[in-house]
């Protein structure tokens, strides 16, 4: 265990190991900070591990604010709440602490903080992050607190637009936290269904990165030894929280899902975000319910390529099939449900819920090409648990 620590700078300058956290002063500072605002979810707000973090920087002279109205599914009101906590606080810096939703809204109030244009004026399309004050966003430290989203490592923030109950994709490069502080340590309060969940949501981002459109070996070979290491660790993760070590190659993991979808995702997401939008469903669980059935869908394409993976990952008979019997294995052993049932998605809404999927960017780079018509059709079948 003792040697699972480092310094990397990919994608990003990364601080890894147990009990790293108390570097956090020494990150803010090198980053220009002189008085934070640590951003958060609720319930993460009300731990000891936030209050202890606060009060060390309170310590280190850096007194530090504190921002945690963010919903598990961040909306723009959060956003616009957080940027006037900012700056009423006079602060010039973000931490952005917790998972996927504390991790997404910090970023985004660090964004637009210093913008003058609406939020969705800097939607992930074509160069509409060029409109953006690129000196007027305000610097990240990152620091996950769950092993799925890779946020930290991300150059961008999900939130979504309650109007029309859409996920949007805000992006600058700028967003990407300046530091990273991954501290395993911080992860072992996890119960084992949030562990589950959010492990999952790791392996989906490193497979449909495996299996995403495009030519970009680098991402390619992240995400294969990101699903080795989900593979060897994750059980172990669910079954034994305190497991330390379990735990830092799952933060790991879930770092290089991140870094390796630069290349892209596919229709897991874009099944996926409608229905979280919708239903405010946990994203991670939402990614594990659809997974198979993309799977099968996909299976023209990734036959190869999922016969590479399983030969890495040293399943019998390396196949297509070998990965997907690990997949729903793996699923049942860590409670996932295996129908779409269990997110409460209404058969009257599937129209609705296919249009929306086929527009979300993560499903132009399926490996498949999927209308509106097939993405109903994954639907129907995840509903049946059909496969």
Known sequence: MTDL???????????????????????????????????????????????????????????????????????????????????????????????????????????????????????????????ADARAIAPIVGVPTTAGTGSEVGRAAVVTDESTHTKKIIFHPKMLPGIVIADPELTTGLPPHITAATGIDALTHNLEALCATGYHPMAEGIALEGLRLIKTWLPTACRDGGNVEARAHMLVASSMGATAFQKGLGAIHALSHPVSALYDTHHGLTNAVFTPYVMVYNRPA????????????????????????WVLDLREELGIPHTAVALGIEEGRLDELAAKAEVDPPNASNPVPAAAADLRGIYEAALEGRL
């Open 5 to 131: 620590v480092g310094n990397w700078n990919y994608p990003t300058t990364i601080r890894f190991g147990a009990g790293r956290i108390a570097e956090l002063a020494d990150a803010c500072k090198a980053l220009g900070m002189a008085r934070p605002l640590l951003v958060t979810d609720p319930g993460l707000a009300a731990l000891p591990m936030v209050r202890d973090a606060i009060a060390a920087n309170q310590a280190a002279g850096l007194p530090t604010g504190l921002f945690s109205d963010v919903r598990p599914n961040p909306v723009s009101a959060n956003v616009e709440a957080g940027v006037k906590s900012f700056k009423d606080g006079g602060h010039d810096g973000v931490i952005a602490f917790g998972g996927g939703s504390g991790l997404d809204a910090a970023k985004a109030i660090a964004f637009m903080a210093g913008q003058t244009r609406p939020i969705w004026d800097f939607e992930d399309i074509g160069d509409w992050w060029t409109r």
């Open 302 to 325: 990734i036959e190869d390529r999922m016969a590479r993976l399983a030969r890495l990952l040293g399943l019998p008979n390396p196949s297509f099939t070998a990965v997907l019997d």
